[in-house]
């Protein structure tokens, strides 16, 4: 059986933590930060753990990470 390839845009935008959970930075808190008040900011520097429907189908397309 051939070696599964990694999806690339997957592996750079998702990590596996070290109990194999997913995470991700929030979308958003890179650029137009003039409009966005200073609470709003704070929350999107932090990462987030993958939402349970998604962590399947992601975890597939990431399988040697």
Do not use: D
Not at 8 to 30: I, P
Request: aromatic share 4%; net charge positive; charged share 35%.
């Amino acid at each position: 059986m051939p070696k599964q390839k990694t999806k690339k845009a997957v592996a750079k935008r998702f990590k596996k933590t070290g109990t194999g959970k997913l995470k991700h930075a929030h979308m958003g808190g890179s650029h137009i930060l003039t409009n966005k008040n200073r609470k709003r900011k704070r929350r999107l520097s932090g990462s987030e753990i993958v939402a349970k429907p998604y962590h399947k189908r992601l975890s597939r397309q990431i399988p040697y990470s």
